[in-house]
């Protein structure tokens, strides 16, 4: 029977260098590409996505020491003995890893993700953008081990790490054309609980009266944003001031100068958390 060669797209950069157990969700590293197995058109269209779904090697891992029975997972004896199939460990016969990151930007042949439990220079046989149409259909069963093994896997209890927090640009609406800096949020980190970002703003732009399901921050930095109220009232912030604007209140923002202000989201914000008017 004759064997299957891959060649990898990419390797991992950046982030740990060393394998560890946990503690993996504020890791920030690269999945840097090979010119020679893709084209920077391949990459078109992948920002649009807020997580990618990277597939990598365990290449760290002795052939020798490969289960292909089964094992207790972690060489835990309090858990049960399961065969590989049944676990994600990486001593699998193919050293295969799979694993859905927060796409924090897309530079030339450089994706930069969050949360990919890979070490620099892991060998990356793939990277397909996240779609919630192939998220489980139905319930999600798992056995209680299985939740006790992830418990600290993305968060380790008491860990804090330092990130440089880098934007992921994206069109706002509304004319002219403003463009949003999110530094944290769902395009960004992945973060679903607060999102913050920049907008330079042009003079003249305004956007479709909306209502969110988050409370919305604006402080401005530079320049003047209009709030148009529903009842035909207008709220002018100025530079060094700032508004809360409740959930669920219908509102239409405007920048009559050029204007750089600070938006920030609780939850985060998500387009599927504005109802906009198409009419206004």
Request: aromatic share 6%; net charge negative.
């Amino acid at each position: 029977m004759s064997g299957t060669v891959m060649e990898p797209i990419g390797y991992v950069r950046g982030g740990r260098t060393t394998i560890e157990d946990d503690g993996w969700g504020q890791v920030v590293s690269s999945v840097e590409l090979d010119p020679d197995q893709i084209d920077a058109a391949g990459l078109e269209g992948l920002g649009a996505f807020s997580h990618v779904e990277v597939v990598y090697v365990f290449d760290q891992v002795d052939p020798e020491t490969i289960c292909r029975g089964k094992r207790h997972p972690r060489g835990r004896a309090d858990w049960p003995e399961v065969g590989i199939l049944a676990q994600r460990a990486k001593d699998r016969p193919n050293r295969i890893g799979v694993t859905v990151c927060a796409l924090r930007s897309v530079t030339n042949m450089t994706i930069e993700v969050a949360g990919l439990d890979a070490v620099d220079g892991t060998p990356v046989l793939d990277v397909k953008p996240y779609m919630s149409g192939f998220a489980p259909r139905g319930p999600v069963r798992e056995p209680s081990w299985a939740r006790e093994l992830m418990q600290d896997y993305w968060e380790a209890e008491g860990a804090t790490m330092i990130a440089r927090l880098r934007p992921t640009v994206v069109s706002a609406k509304g004319a002219p054309p403003k463009h949003i800096h999110e530094f944290v949020g769902g395009a960004s980190s992945g973060d679903d609980s607060l999102s913050l970002a920049v907008m330079h703003s042009p003079a003249g732009w305004t956007e479709p009266a909306q209502m969110a399901r988050f409370t919305e921050v604006t402080i401005v930095m530079e320049g003047t944003v209009v709030l148009h109220l529903a009842d035909g009232d207008e709220i002018r912030v100025e530079s060094g001031e700032a508004v809360s604007v409740p959930p669920d209140t219908p509102v239409r923002y405007a920048t009559p100068s050029s204007t750089v202000y600070v938006s920030l989201c609780r939850p985060a914000f998500r387009p599927d958390r504005v109802t906009r008017d198409a009419s206004s």
